[in-house]
């Protein structure tokens, strides 16, 4: 076992005059499954912690000014316990918040385990222990094992000992939710006791890995889609009567509507549009790599969609549509698909895609191989570390590439071959002339 402890903050509530009169205490159903106490009455929560701490072995850390110190020495004389385990005691200064909070920070960072005691302290004290358990609990969330407060029952008669650790639970998963809207990522410490919670962060993880490997396919693959796995998941925690959970049910639901705007992506028909609608949502979240991959990704499937009827499309994907898009990059002669015997199955491809090339006008050609060699550079150079631009400019041509393919591509349909030429003109256009 690592160094375990238990944190408690001293206050300056006295042992009553006579000890009759002192206030019973109580533990939560919660933790009195992990628990007992030697008592029903106690001058303050001290006594039960000093007894706590010895008997699961913690060693105790009470946080005090000189004064609570004092003060909090005569209620264990009072209570008939030994005073010593106060000796080593951290002693603060009440105004100095700084070095106050660098302390607890300091003393939560070097336990590998820790019950913290909320109960007592001057105001700020709870706030900043707080804190810094909020801190310790994303980059290390085993840490913290309980929370402890005496919730007042009847006003300085009647407490119930409380766990708040769920809490920390609830500031955890609004944080991993929050950072995954924003841009998908999940911390890989995020951990949670909820095993509702646990398989959502596990997804909401998952999806996050597949979405930086581009691996698009397996999100919506099956009818226990990961996607599909996820909205049930979100669905079951908005749904619960669990009062915690609500905290974060607009959270919950901004998640659900993203990862239904990639559903609706990734079930699209056409994969040309796929490719494009994820570049944009990518490109939003800031995956700026990806975004102008799967836009690249998006044109040479809008060119495969346009030179081919679906008899033809059955190839590896990767090779179909870079044989597609270069043959708007190079004269016939010199198609590298053409020139390779061992992708002989693709040639009718791309001898269809020439037949259809001499059948557009030669400005919608230009603008159209103009499109895929900026997409197809600005790729190399950012996929290659040579790209010299801040975030911004890379952001902002990311979108005007995609600006461009929504006009180019989808709006004007620039690569479809004009439905109002003559046979006469189709068959002067695909000799090659023009009159």
């Known amino acids: 076992m690592g160094k375990c402890c238990m944190v408690t903050m001293l206050g300056t509530i ?8 002192r206030a019973s205490y109580a533990l939560s159903g919660e933790l009195a499954s992990c628990f007992s106490l030697h008592g029903s009455q106690y001058s303050n929560t001290l006594p039960i912690i000093v007894r706590l701490s010895q008997d699961i072995g913690f060693s105790l850390v009470p946080i005090a000014t000189r004064e609570a110190l004092r003060v909090q020495r005569d209620v264990l004389e009072a209570e008939g316990l030994d005073y010593s385990c106060l000796e080593e005691a951290v002693i603060i ?13 300091t003393i939560l960072g070097a336990a590998d385990e820790v019950i913290l005691d909320v109960s007592h302290g001057f105001r700020h004290l709870p706030i900043l222990a707080t804190v810094s358990m909020i801190i310790h609990n994303i980059t290390h969330s085993e840490k913290i094992r309980h929370i402890l407060f005496a919730k007042e029952i009847d006003p300085r008669k009647r407490y119930e000992i409380i766990d708040l650790r769920k809490y920390l639970d609830i500031a955890n998963v609004t944080y991993v939710l929050h950072t995954f809207d924003r841009n998908y990522t999940v911390a890989a410490t995020a951990a949670v006791r909820d095993g509702r919670l646990t398989e959502l962060i596990r997804l909401l993880q998952e999806f996050s890995r597949h979405i930086l ?12 889609s990961l996607l599909n796995q996820i909205r049930e998941r979100l669905q079951s925690i908005s749904d619960s009567d669990d009062t915690p959970n609500q905290s974060f049910g607009r959270l919950l639901e901004r998640v659900d509507t993203h990862i239904q705007k990639v559903q609706d992506c990734l079930q699209q028909e056409r994969e040309s549009l796929k490719f494009y609608s994820l570049a944009r949502l990518l490109a939003e979240r800031g995956y700026l790599l990806n975004s102008l991959t799967l836009l690249h990704e998006a044109i040479g499937s809008y060119t495969l969609e346009s030179i081919s009827d679906k008899s033809l499309r059955s190839h590896n994907h990767y090779e179909a549509t ?3 898009r270069d043959v708007f990059l190079h004269p016939q002669k010199w198609h590298s698909t053409l020139n390779d015997n061992r992708k002989r199955s693709l040639h009718p491809l791309v001898e269809n895609g020439y037949k259809n090339r001499k059948l557009l006008d030669e400005k919608s050609v230009s603008d159209f191989a103009q499109l895929v060699k900026d997409v197809q550079a600005f790729r190399n150079d950012l996929a290659h570390g040579n790209a010299e631009n801040t975030y911004g400019d890379t952001y902002s041509r990311i979108a005007k590439f995609i600006r461009r393919f929504e006009e180019v591509c989808i709006k004007r349909n620039i690569l479809a071959i004009p439905s109002g030429l003559s046979d006469a003109e189709k068959l002067q256009r695909g000799m090659g002339t023009r009159r």
């Not at 006295?14 to 009169?21: F, I, N, R, W, Y």
């Not at 200064?93 to 920070?105: S, V």
């Open 213 to 224: 490997a581009n691996s698009l396919n397996y999100l919506v693959r099956g009818n226990n």
């Open 14 to 21: 006295k042992a009553p005059a006579d000890l009759s009169e």
């Open 93 to 105: 200064e009440e105004d100095d918040f700084e070095a106050t909070f660098a302390t607890i920070n």
């Open 322 to 324: 870079k044989a597609a």
